[in-house]
């Protein structure tokens, strides 16, 4: 059982990172540092943008606008770790037999 709560604890800090750079390269590309013309650029961003935007996309549909920012990945990242402290916090408790 601590094996797979320690994958679960992984991929979930994994894709914490993977939304940070989702983040860091969409500003990258947004404000002319990087050229998705360029075809390594064009790789990372797709397969993040396809491992982020079903996560993000319900997100943004009940965020309001505000303006150019964009607060979905902030939004994301907090509700996935606030689910990773549940894990730390809770399942051991469950596991010893402690119960809620």
Known sequence: MLALLWLIDTVIGLYVWVLIA???LSWLVSFGIVNTRNHAVYMIGDVLYRL???ALRPIRRVLPNFGGL?????????????????????VPQLMMGGGY
């Open 22 to 24: 989702s983040a860091v």
């Open 52 to 54: 982020t935007e079903p």
């Open 70 to 90: 964009d607060l979905s990945p902030l939004v994301l990242i907090l509700g996935v770790m606030f689910i990773q402290r549940l894990i730390h916090e809770f």
